[in-house]
């Protein structure tokens, strides 16, 4: 069973990887050095309150949630997939509730043409 360490490692590569940053840019950005981020993910280093708060900052989040993601996370699977999704996710969580009923109507419009073209190659 993976430690907390672990788990929080887990979840700032899964970010890191999603906003396509490099372990360098990331520690930068929080003021610490790339080989600290690579020991976070590899869950050989505790991070430190300071840095987890400003971890979340850049992820756009709270130090909280992502404690609290790492302690509920099972094994995620780091594919070029669910990267993707991700990505996905945090566009579409940044937008007004306006936009994202917009991209909502737009995503079930695509669903449809998708299933009227599978109908269509099966006749």
């Known amino acids: 069973m993976a430690t ?6 887990e979840v700032v590569k899964r970010k890191r990887q999603r906003d396509r940053l490099t372990q360098a840019a990331l520690g930068a950005a929080i003021g610490v050095s790339g080989s600290y981020i690579s020991g976070i993910e590899s869950g ?14 850049k992820f756009r989040t709270t130090a ?7 302690a509920g996370r099972d094994e995620y699977k ?10 996905f ?35």
């Open 4 to 9: 907390l360490n672990e788990r929080i490692g």
């Open 44 to 57: 050989q280093t505790g991070v430190r309150i300071t840095e987890l708060e400003g971890l979340a900052v």
């Open 89 to 123: 996710l945090t566009l579409y969580d940044v937008l007004t509730p306006e936009h994202q009923q917009q991209a909502r109507t737009f995503l079930l419009f695509l669903r449809e043409q998708q299933d009227r073209a599978q109908v269509e190659a099966t006749e």
């Open 78 to 87: 780091f594919t070029a997939s669910n990267r993707e999704r991700d990505a």
């Open 64 to 70: 909280i949630e992502l404690i609290t993601e790492a």
